[in-house]
């Protein structure tokens, strides 16, 4: 409800409006809001206000314009946190989605130089490739490829990998998964990647690398991850440098 003797902006007030329809599932992704005249009809609200708070919800990926049509809603960014170590299928039935998963290949090959280091086994030792595409409600979120050492998963599988991998092989073997890095960088998408993901070449995607590593600090295996920057963003919680020092030395002033 929109209160004009509020100290709120009115145009911000709208956007909150918008957005608890949003959440509430009032608009769903991919239907078109009202006009700016309903709006402005609506509220006793002028244009320019509604037009702010539209293009405010447009910048913020809430809305999207399609020229000549009108407004639409977005699909909303799943927003998993970056501390601590989950699995895809994990994060997307903590968020209400169903998770599955579309397997592209799996082969033997032998590890390069690089991911030799990263597996810390010797180049040209034979690990797995895993090359699939995860997805949320069948659509598409992340093409990834899996390379796991190959004497800690003998027993995997292309009808095991369209599972969670990480449950596989801590309920499979009794391996414990105790943590992981990951380096996130921003990309466009080439043309096999567009294919896997369902956009068009040069849309904006998020890269990223995760080494699991296991209790005890063996390297598990290397994920290399696609994901689509307008359905996928990450949240993380900081605190300020000096309140973890205190913590850490609760003598210091």
Known sequence: MIQKNSPSPIYH??????????????????EMIPSEKEYTEKYGISRMTVRQAISNLVNGGYLYRERGKGTFVAQQKLEPPL????????????????PSTRVISFTEVNADHELAAKLEVKEGTSIFELERVRLADQLPMAYERLYISK??????????????????????????????????????????EAEMLEVIVGSPI???????????????????????????????????????IKKQNPTLK
């Open 13 to 30: 007030q709208l956007e909150e409006e918008i957005k608890g329809a949003i959440q509430s599932l009032e608009l769903i992704p991919g």
């Open 83 to 98: 501390q601590g170590l989950t699995s895809f299928s994990d994060d997307m039935i903590s968020r209400g989605f169903e």
């Open 206 to 244: 998020l890269l990223i690398e995760r080494r699991i590593t296991l209790d005890t600090n063996r390297p598990l295996g290397v994920v290399r991850s696609v994901y689509r920057a307008d359905r996928y963003k990450f949240r993380i919680d900081l605190e300020r440098l000096s309140s973890v």
């Open 151 to 192: 004497d800690l998963a003998l027993d995997l599988s292309e009808e095991i990998a369209v599972t969670s991998i990480h449950a596989y092989v801590e309920k499979t073997f009794g391996l414990k998964i105790q943590h992981g890095r990951q380096v996130i960088e921003a990309s466009i998408a080439q043309k096999k």
